[in-house]
């Protein structure tokens, strides 16, 4: 059974950092693309981050570019996301997403997300 | 940047038949996939390139798109279907969401 299972989330001051992870069981970690998606109180999805099967092209949404960090640990099958210089607008809850590139690009594993609060 | 436009509300009697529509610039040259999403919980694919149903969601699940709109049918709503709906494309190679449509089950 695939599981996408997230941890890392919280309550951080505007300015400060977090790492979240995504924690992959049940599949071929290194042949997906895997996407950080996140989706504030009340609103919709919005894509944040994206890297490829072997991790040598990573992407950015222009509001996060240049202050988050996408990654993979392929012995631990974990994905990262590192995010400095928080904001409030990036209260958000992420989920991190599996990528079937074989299937048309469909989003078809979702972890349950991890909660970011940015507030001082 | 390429947009998907979706009601933001739908509502639908029991047991009666809901269209959510997701509207886009020759959506129809595209794959359209849709996500349920209920509340407190993470989207799930039931829709994926255009009419194909993922193994476990229910027949009256049905998707449909041309020209410049995709939509998403459900034969029978059920208080079960009540939830969030999303659709979803691939622009040059850059994910892009829908906004989202509230199905309520009246």
């Known amino acids: 059974e695939v599981q996408l299972v997230e941890s890392g989330g919280g309550l951080v001051q505007p300015g400060g950092s977090l790492r979240l992870s995504c924690a992959a069981s049940?599949?071929?970690?290194?042949?997906?693309?895997m996407y950080w998606v996140r989706q504030s109180p009340g609103k919709g999805l919005v894509w944040v981050s994206s890297?490829?099967?072997?991790?040598?092209?990573?992407e950015y949404a222009d509001s996060v570019r240049g202050r988050f960090t996408v990654s993979k640990d392929y012995a631990k099958d974990t994905l990262y996301l590192q995010m400095n210089s928080l904001r409030a607008e990036d209260t958000a809850l992420y989920y991190c997403?599996?990528?079937?590139?074989?299937?048309?690009?469909?989003?078809?594993?979702w972890g349950q997300g991890t909660q970011v609060t940015v507030s001082s | 940047s390429y947009e998907l436009t979706q009601p933001v509300s739908v509502s639908v009697a029991l047991g009666q038949t809901a269209w959510i529509t997701c509207e886009g610039d020759?959506?129809?040259?595209?794959?359209v996939h849709w996500y349920q999403q209920k509340s407190g919980q993470a989207p799930v694919l039931v829709i994926y390139?255009?009419?194909r149903r993922p193994s476990g969601i229910p027949e009256r699940l049905s998707g449909s798109n041309s020209g410049n709109t995709a939509t998403l049918t459900l034969t029978g709503a059920q208080a079960a279907d009540e939830g969030d709906y999303y659709c979803?494309?691939?622009?040059?190679?850059?994910?892009?969401f829908g906004g989202g449509t509230k199905l309520t089950v009246l």
């Open positions: 997403a599996r990528v079937n590139m074989a299937a048309a690009g469909t989003f078809d594993s």
């Open positions: 049940g599949f071929t970690f290194h042949t997906y693309w």
């Open positions: 890297i490829n099967s072997d991790g040598t092209t990573v």
């Open positions: 020759s959506v129809g040259d595209k794959s």
């Open positions: 390139r255009d009419t």
């Open positions: 979803q494309v691939w622009d040059s190679g850059t994910v892009v």
